[in-house]
């Protein structure tokens, strides 16, 4: 596999094909690379982009999200899903305001250490905001890479330290390209090298790919199932919270009761949001945001 080839290849064409998303123009601070990253987890693009317009107006800075209310926070995460990231969130901005004087760290080592903060989002925020040569590897990034270099459809379920490993052996030796080569290979992914329908014709790397070259074998591991959405708890949490959003104030518990068809996963629901931190009981039974 020539590296130099398929570098040259995909850094020419993300320079025309990249989306406009506004974390990354020149002027997004490295915070708001930090929120887009933790928002954008598990959560398509397009939802993401107003609420982090949203946020980053609202709190521009990490001491501007540490000052605020859980609660506050948690209702303007919206409908992003996965709401404790919300909380998460805050309490970086509390812990790049106390110990790095509000400023975000670019060292990988010290952003891991930020609640909530996983390597990945380490890395992703260490190349990103900062230009450095990191290892970024998310779902996007996986799919490419094994069908580009194995020849196969998707990659193991989880991350294997033979992909961090191959991911970091690609990685072009200069800070820049490295950082850029990150990005283009995620938005190759996501816009062409699709999970399940892939414009391969579409592809600069058409004629380097393993896959295509083999016959694009189809998947022959474990299936891969969607994950479901109705009747779960996670619809029954977020419908508890909306309620909570849109009443600006203690909700009575008669008032959750139809949340969800059977009452006691409304119970279960209830007591998870409790137990995450994301609703705080009152003694008349009611329920409020956190405060």
Same mark, same amino acid.
């Given at each position: 596999m020539d590296a130099a080839v398929?570098?040259?290849? +995909?850094?020419? /064409?993300?320079?025309?094909?990249?989306?406009?998303?506004?974390?990354?123009?020149p002027d997004c601070s490295p915070w708001g690379v930090l929120v887009s990253e933790v928002m954008a987890q598990q959560t398509p693009v397009a939802r993401v982009a107003p609420v982090w317009s949203a946020w980053m107006e609202r709190w521009p800075t990490p001491a501007d999200l540490a000052a605020e209310a859980p609660g506050e926070v948690v209702r303007a995460w919206g409908r992003l899903g996965y709401p404790r990231r919300a909380l998460r969130l805050r309490e970086a901005a509390v812990a790049v305001t106390e110990r790095h004087g509000g400023v975000v760290p670019a060292d990988e080592h010290a952003l891991r250490a930020l609640p909530g903060i996983g390597a990945y989002t380490a890395a992703a925020v260490a190349a990103f905001a900062f230009g450095? @040569?990191?290892?970024?590897?998310?779902?996007?990034?996986?799919?490419? +890479?094994?069908?580009?270099?194995?020849?196969?459809?998707?990659?193991?379920?989880?991350?294997?330290?033979?992909?961090?490993?191959?991911?970091?052996? +690609?990685?072009?030796?200069?800070?820049?390209?490295?950082?850029?080569?990150?990005?283009?290979?995620?938005?190759l992914g996501a816009l062409v090298c699709r999970a399940r329908t892939p414009?391969?014709?579409?592809?600069?790397?058409?004629?380097?790919?393993? /896959?295509? @070259?083999?016959? @694009?074998?189809?998947?022959?591991?474990?299936?891969?199932?969607?994950?479901? /959405?109705?009747?779960?708890?996670?619809?029954?949490?977020?419908?508890?919270?909306?309620?909570l959003r849109d009443a600006h104030g203690a909700v009575a518990r008669t008032d959750l009761e139809d949340a969800g068809e059977d009452p006691a996963q409304v119970d279960r629901c209830i007591g998870s949001l409790v137990e995450d931190g994301l609703l705080e009981p009152l003694a008349d039974d009611r329920y409020r945001l956190p405060a």
């Open positions: 398929l570098h040259e290849r +995909l850094l020419r /064409w993300y320079a025309t094909h990249a989306r406009a998303l506004p974390w990354r123009t450095r @040569r990191a290892t970024v590897v998310d779902t996007n990034v996986r799919r490419v +890479l094994v069908r580009v270099v194995e020849g196969r459809e998707y990659p193991a379920p989880a991350l294997t330290a033979a992909e961090t490993r191959l991911a970091t052996a +690609l990685l072009p030796e200069d800070e820049r390209d490295s950082s850029t080569w990150n990005v283009a290979v995620m938005e414009q391969c014709d579409r592809c600069p790397l058409l004629d380097r790919c393993a /896959w295509v @070259r083999d016959g @694009r074998p189809p998947h022959d591991g474990p299936a891969r199932r969607g994950q479901a /959405w109705h009747g779960t708890d996670r619809q029954v949490r977020g419908a508890v919270l909306q309620r």
